[in-house]
């Protein structure tokens, strides 16, 4: 190990490798020369290789002694045996003590051979062969014996370096939680190696070629803090990331390019790209203990790590992206839902607001809506933002909002003080940056929404406005059905009107003249009884039963005018109104009807008057036909600018739809009606009802 | 507490005269008829008759008023004659050269104020 090197330290326990650690050339050589040849020679190999040495010296100088030892029975010759004992130590020495050792011992038996060949050997070129024939085989031996120990080396060392890995892969793959999967990562890497436990992973932002500091260890808090951003390509760490290859650096304080995340102490450093699929994910940045050390590290082995983590960090990354699509989707069905079970723009759009920023990571939010009969863009609708925004108009085409409903596009601006169209209330309301994209249905355009940043600047990404742009069809959406909805509601209410003024004429009609003119047909029928002329019996019967149908339609007539439009109501209005429904409903089915007052008692308009009275006509009318109920109590509350009549009864109840629109596929019309009559009155209407909890229908009107 | 006959075949106007009257703390006697307005007169004499002048009975308002002013037991109690003849193509069936012994008419559809104005009027 003259070079030094790391290996493990210890067998492997179980999977889990033991500390790498270091053993380099710490030492100088001539001390290390004396610590290998003390631990030499306290190795038993070498007194084995210097007990062959002496066994093949004897048999190579003192073969008359040797010679009866060898019998000519014995299979080899003693000259074959004199050359496989020198050979035997250099082999031994070779497998213990490697490439060196086997050719210390090789030299020695050669120099041992020599003299016998110069000065004993009658046959001095055969001995002078015989050496050199030990001399090559010896080399063959000691090469193939390092050859076998350098691939053993070789392929432990791999395993090694696998396990490592598979150490640190292993770890990774444990969550699919990014900062998790960096801080285990980090912790492992610095267990494994063994390196003084300081470093940090920066994560690539590739968009904005920055590097972030993610996690750290042992790093101080003035260092965390000032090197938590850098651009690519900046000091070090910003060069592996640019470079993609793993950099070891001697001396920080030497180094021209260590331009940043300088220390007091001088250290040397392992940075290691994170890579996956050769993008340059991360930066890891480890500490060395030694500055001697960064010669033998083994680059491909952080290399590998590097790759692991790189590859676990897009994996995190890519299950972030899938999570966030996911909750990118939630949010959009939210605005979705939220446009389909709201006809209220003053409800939706504050609510679409707030998911677009929480979709686009922004302060604030507004919706812009252009008048196009004053041609001038307002500011209705505000989130985190000054409310005396609401009152900023500009003329179309000015400012952000202004210039993408002219151009129809979406446009971020990263510097809003700086952007030529700024309007100064929003500069001074502190906006930094801003998204905006058109809110459009079809091919209408209504406004825009615009997002912001309130503290520093921000790069809304390609996404954010995609997103963005998809919310702005949305709110479109919501502010067309809205309009038609309020569309709905004016031809509900001229319908409405319309349909109580033929209602009340009608009803006129019918007890002035058909009543009247049924009146005077009985009239003149009894004056035709009543006569001096004596009328036959027959036709005195005929006239009684004309009386009595004339009578029965009269009545018919008079309840059909009531019913159309009762006069008691135009003639007295609502409370008398309302006691003469309770009292017909109790005369009428034997309800128990009853009709409470609460609050200074005052006329209302008329058409709040008739709302009201229809309402809690139809609420009576339920009570009547569906409720089975044997109570029923009515109640009007003349309260501070608003009045609130409930009408609760003790019935059978029914269950009631999610929303308003359900009302009619269950059959509950004459529900839907009140909400018109009450929605055009600017009232509220609600309704709560179970099975067999009765039902309450409460109304409220301003006034 | 003066007492009021409300005569006229259609209870829903009498209900709303009821309304109207008793809110301001009158009695109020009812009766469809003018046969049952001059039995009711006889056995509790009222203050006041409140009589529509139409009605499909044998006995209409004009004839009743007529029978108040010659019954002595009757006589003097003051009619308001009520009726939306005016409005009617029926009001040429009106005998408007009779001389009618009335003291007010109220027109239909009837408006509260001046319902309880005439009344005050009448009953002093």
Known sequence: ?703 | MHKILVVDDDPDFVWVCRTILEAEGYQVLEAANGTQALERMRQDRPDLVLLDVMMSTTLEGVDVSKEIEVDPALKGVPIVMISSIGTSPYASEFPEDERIPIDAWISKPIQPEMLLKTVRRLLG
């Open chain 1, 1 to 703: 190990m003259a070079n030094g090197e790391w290996r493990m330290a210890d067998s492997t326990i179980g999977h889990q490798p033991a500390a790498i650690r270091y053993q380099g050339r710490d030492m100088a050589s001539t001390a290390l020369l004396k610590h290998r040849g003390k631990r030499a020679i306290t190795s038993r190999y070498f007194w084995v290789i210097v007990a062959t040495l002496t066994v093949g010296i004897l048999l190579h100088y003192f073969t008359q002694q040797t010679r009866p030892l060898f019998p000519a029975s014995f299979p080899l010759t003693r000259h074959a045996i004199e050359r496989i004992i020198f050979l035997l130590p250099v082999a031994i020495a070779a497998f213990a003590f490697g490439q060196a050792g086997g050719r210390i011992t090789l030299a020695i038996v050669v120099l041992v051979m020599l003299p016998r060949v110069f000065l004993l050997s009658p046959y001095p070129a055969d001995a002078f062969l015989e050496t050199v024939g030990v001399a090559v085989v010896g080399y063959l031996l000691i090469w193939l014996i390092e050859t076998q120990a350098r691939e053993k080396r070789l392929h432990q060392k791999a395993l090694e370096k696998l396990e490592t890995v598979n150490a640190i892969a292993e770890t990774v793959s444990q969550s699919l939680d990014l900062d998790d999967i960096l801080d285990k990562a980090l912790s492992k890497v610095l267990e494994v190696t063994g390196l003084e436990a300081r470093g940090g992973i920066f994560l690539v932002d590739e968009k904005e070629q920055k590097l972030r500091l993610r996690v750290h260890r042992g790093l101080s808090s003035d260092f965390i803090h000032r090197e938590a951003e850098m651009a690519v390509g900046e000091c070090l760490c910003g060069m592996v990331a640019r470079s993609g290859e793993v950099f070891i650096s001697d001396d920080s304080l030497e180094d021209i390019q260590h331009t940043r995340c300088q220390e007091s102490d001088p250290h040397a450093h392992i940075i290691v790209p994170l890579k996956s699929r050769e993008r340059v994910l991360g930066v890891m940045f480890l500490y060395l203990q030694s500055k001697d050390q960064p010669d033998v590290v083994d680059r491909s082995l952080f290399a590998s790590i590097g790759s692991q983590i790189g590859v676990a960090i897009e994996n995190a990354q890519l299950h972030q992206d899938v999570a966030r699509q996911l909750w990118i989707e939630q949010k959009l069905n939210e605005v979705a839902a939220e446009i389909t079970s709201e006809l209220e723009l003053d409800r939706i759009l504050p609510k679409v607001i707030q998911i677009a920023e929480e979709l686009a990571g922004a302060d604030g939010g507004v919706i812009a809506l252009l008048d196009r009969k004053r041609n001038l863009i307002g500011y209705p609708y505000l989130h985190n933002l000054p409310p005396e925004l609401a009152d900023v108009t500009v003329p179309k085409g000015e400012g952000l909002a202004g210039e993408v409903m002219t151009t129809g596009r979406p446009a971020v601006i990263r510097d809003y003080r700086a952007y030529a169209g700024a309007i100064p209330a929003f500069v001074e309301a502190g906006v930094t940056s801003v998204v905006a994209v058109p809110i459009v249905s079809g091919d209408q355009l209504f406004g825009a929404l615009s997002l912001v940043t309130l503290d520093g600047a921000k790069s809304f990404s390609d996404r954010d406005v995609a997103i963005l742009t998809g919310i702005g069809r949305q709110a479109g959406i919501a502010i067309e059905n809205a309009r038609l909805y309020e569309n709905m509601h004016f031809y509900i209410g001229q319908i409405t009107r319309a349909q109580e003024d033929e209602r009340k004429r009608i009803a006129r009609e019918l007890h002035d003249d058909t009543a009247q003119a049924l009146i005077d047909l009985s009239r003149r029928l009894d004056n035709l009884a009543t006569s001096r002329e004596k009328l036959s019996e027959a036709v005195m019967e005929r006239v009684e039963e004309f009386q009595e149908l004339i009578d029965n339609i009269l009545r018919g007539v008079r309840r059909f005018s009531r019913d159309l439009r009762p006069s008691v109501l135009d003639d007295l209005g609502l409370l008398p109104a309302l006691e003469w429904l309770t009292a017909n409903l109790m005369a009428e089915q034997g309800i128990k009807a009853e009709l409470k007052v609460y609050g200074q008692k005052r006329r209302l308009a008329p058409e709040v008057e008739l709302a009201l009275f229809r309402i809690v006509q139809e609420a009576l009318n339920n009570v009547r036909k569906h409720s089975r109920a044997s109570q029923v109590v009515t109640t009007v509350e003349f309260g501070e600018g608003k009045v609130t009549i409930t009408v609760k009864d003790n019935g059978q109840g029914f269950e009631l739809p999610n929303r308003t629109g359900d009302l009619a596929t269950i059959g509950k019309l004459g529900l839907i009606g009140m909400h018109e009559r009450a929605h055009l009155i600017n009232g509220i209407l609600t309704v709560r009802s179970a099975p067999d909890r009765g039902t309450t229908v409460t109304v409220s009107v301003p006034v």
